[in-house]
C-alpha cells in the first residue's frame, strides 16, 4: 500500500495543479498526495532549479528574527554606497523596489518585530518534523543532518551590536550558547583562531545537498503517481468553473483541468497571483554562491559570517558558501564580484581552504516585506491556494508550508492562527 492510498481521506479527492518545483512546491505536491488528490505539478525547469538550487542548505529553528530590524533605514546609505557589502541596492531598481522597501522598513518597527517573530517561531517549530514523512517516502532521510550551526563574531562591537537579534532569538526560546574563542575553535576546528565569539545552535540542521534532496522527493512524488509536466504556465481559465477555482491552468502547451490550484512559483509568483485575483508585494532578494567542488578544509557544521552574511555549509560534493542581499529585482544580471568577495572573506575563516575550483551562482528569493512566507487560501478564488515569499527560509520551511497547505485544502485544522500569512494581509 503506498503512503498516498494510506493517507487518503474518503470521497474528497481533486485534480490539484501546483505551479512551481521548487522545494516548496515539491512539498505542497507529496503533501497533497498524501491525501489522496491528483496532483500535477508544473515547471517550466526541472524540480529545484530555481533559487532551491543554490541555497545554504540550512535548516534552522534559530530564524526567527525578521530581515528589518530597527535601525534598518540608517544602513540604507552605507548599501548604496557598498555594492560588495552584505546588504546592496542597484541604484536602477530602486523606483520599482520603492513601495516594498517602505512595507520593509515599517516591518523594523519594535512591535512588528515581534508580531513577525513570533509568526516565524509557529512555523519553525514544526519545520524539522514535517520533513519525515517525506524523507521516509522518498528514502532519503539520511539526506538532513541536526548537528548544530555557529555564526561568528569577529570583534567586541560586532557582537555588542548583535544583541538585539540575540534577545528576540531568547525571548522566543531559541536554543543557543554564547562561546569564548577557545570553545569555538574546539567545536569547529577548521576555524581560523582569532574571532571574539561564536553563538552555537544546537538544535539547527543542514542537508547534505540541497538540489538532490528535491530531485529525491520530486522522484518520490512521480513514483507515487504525480505527474510532472516541465511547461511555462501562462495564466488561468475560468470558464465553466464556479468561481472557487480557474478551470484550468493554462500552460504554453495548453490548458491542465484542476479543481484547485496551488501557487509556489518562488519570485515569479506575483503576476500570477494577480490573476487569481491577489496583490501581494512580492520582491526578490538576490543572493549569490560560490560553491567549491575542492576546497581542501572539512568544517563539520555549517559557519555563519555575521559580518559580511552568508554562511559555509559542508555538502556532500564541496563547500558551498552562500547568502548576502541583493535588492535587484528579476531581471538584471548577476554581479559575480557578490559572489567572488564571498572567496576573500571565507579565506580568512579556513586556513588552507582551497579555491583554485569554483563554481558561482546567483539565485532569487521569494521575499514579502515583512519577512513572513504566503501560507493561504484565496481570497477571491476559494479554491486557489499561495506557497510562496519564503525569503530566507524557503528550504526550512518547504515541509511545514506543503502540510499546511493540505490542512487548507482538506478543510483540516492546521493547529495554529494562519493569519499573519494571508496573502492578502498588506
Ligand atoms: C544564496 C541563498 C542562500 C539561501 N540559503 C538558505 C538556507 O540556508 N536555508 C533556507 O531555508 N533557505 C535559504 N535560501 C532561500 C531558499 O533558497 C528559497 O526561499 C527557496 O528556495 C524558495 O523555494 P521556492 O520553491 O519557493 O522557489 P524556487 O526554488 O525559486 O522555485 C520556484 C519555481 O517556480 C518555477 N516557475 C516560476 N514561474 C513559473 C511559470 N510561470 N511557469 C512554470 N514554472 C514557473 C521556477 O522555474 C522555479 O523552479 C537561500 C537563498 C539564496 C538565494
Redesign the pocket.
Known sequence: MTVAAAQAPSGAAQRIVV???????VCVALYLQRDGHAVTL????GP????????????GEESVVPVAMPGILGKVPGMLLDPLGPLAIRWSYLPRLAPWLLRFVAASRPAEVERISIALKALMDGAFDAFKPLLELAGAEAMLKRGGWVGVYETEDHFAAAQPYLEVQRRRGVALDVLPPEELRQLEPALAPGFHRGVYYPKVGHTVNNFRLVQELAAAFTREGGTLCR????GFDFAGGDGAAPSAVVTEAGPLPCDAVVL??????RG?ARQLGENPPLDTE????MHLPNPGVAPRIPVYSTTYGF?S?PLEHGLRL???VELGGLEAAPNWKRAEVLLTHARRFFPGLDTRETEPWM????SMPDSLPVISRGRRHRKAFFA?G?????????ARSGKLIADLVAGRDPGMDLAPYRVDRF
Do not use: K
Request: charged share 10%.
Open positions: 505551479i512551481g518545483a521548487g522545494v516548496v512546491g508544473v515547471d517550466r525547469q529545484g532549479e530555481g533559487a532551491s538550487f543554490g541555497n545554504g542548505a540550512v535548516i511547461q511555462e504556465v501562462r509556489a512559483a518562488g519570485a515569479w509568483s500570477l538576490r543572493g549569490y554562491h554562511v555549509t552562500a547568502g548576502t539565485g532569487h528569493r521569494p510562496f519564503h525569503g530566507h527560509c524557503g528550504l526550512m520551511l518547504s
